[in-house]
């Protein structure tokens, strides 16, 4: 069961986000609604704990299976929806470079000057890769 819990007015999702990244520059998908990119990752499962869900989803996302992942950063991320309040922790690691990708869903990989005009999300974790900040970083608040 994925970490999606409903509150009050609020939904609190954990979730990860891997940057992965190829020859050619990084991996992103897309959004549920098409109209934003994201990293690989997804929903933390009960039980399961980030690094656990990172390497479970960079290989349902991408047939890759990396034993290798370094701790980047927590971002939390505040928004809302029509009818309630979105609350979401993401626990961000990266991998070693791949050469390869053999995508199971929808992923591109995208330089970073593509990724300038690109709408991705979370925007802080695009702002600090584009600055060459996402190391410096151990926890960042998004409201």
């Given at each position: 069961?994925?970490?999606?819990?409903?509150?009050?007015?609020?939904?609190?999702?954990?979730?990860?986000?891997?940057?992965?990244?190829?020859?050619?520059?990084?991996?992103?998908?897309?959004g549920?609604?098409?109209?934003?990119?994201?990293?690989?990752?997804?929903?933390?499962?009960?039980?399961?704990?980030?690094?656990?869900?990172?390497?479970?989803?960079?290989?349902?996302?991408?047939?890759l299976?990396?034993?290798?992942?370094?701790?980047?950063?927590?971002?939390?991320?505040?928004?809302?929806?029509?009818?309630?309040?979105?609350q979401?922790?993401?626990?961000?690691?990266?991998?070693?470079?791949?050469?390869?990708?053999?995508?199971?869903?929808d992923?591109?990989?995208?330089?970073?000057?593509?990724?300038k005009?690109?709408?991705?999300?979370?925007?802080?974790?695009?702002?600090?890769?584009?600055?060459?900040?996402?190391?410096?970083i151990?926890?960042?608040?998004?409201?």
């Amino acid at each position: 069961m994925d970490l999606t819990i409903p509150l009050e007015n609020t939904i609190l999702n954990i979730r990860v986000a891997v940057i992965l990244q190829t020859g050619k520059g990084l991996v992103l998908g897309r959004g549920t609604d098409k109209s934003y990119h994201h990293f690989v990752g997804g929903r933390v499962k009960a039980g399961e704990t980030s690094l656990q869900a990172a390497k479970r989803e960079l290989q349902e996302e991408t047939g890759l299976e990396i034993d290798k992942f370094e701790f980047i950063s927590v971002i939390e991320n505040f928004w809302k929806e029509k009818d309630h309040d979105v609350q979401e922790i993401c626990f961000v690691y990266k991998t070693d470079k791949v050469e390869k990708i053999f995508p199971k869903v929808d992923l591109q990989e995208f330089t970073k000057e593509e990724m300038k005009d690109i709408d991705i999300r979370p925007i802080v974790l695009k702002q600090l890769i584009m600055n060459g900040d996402i190391e410096k970083i151990s926890h960042h608040i998004v409201k």
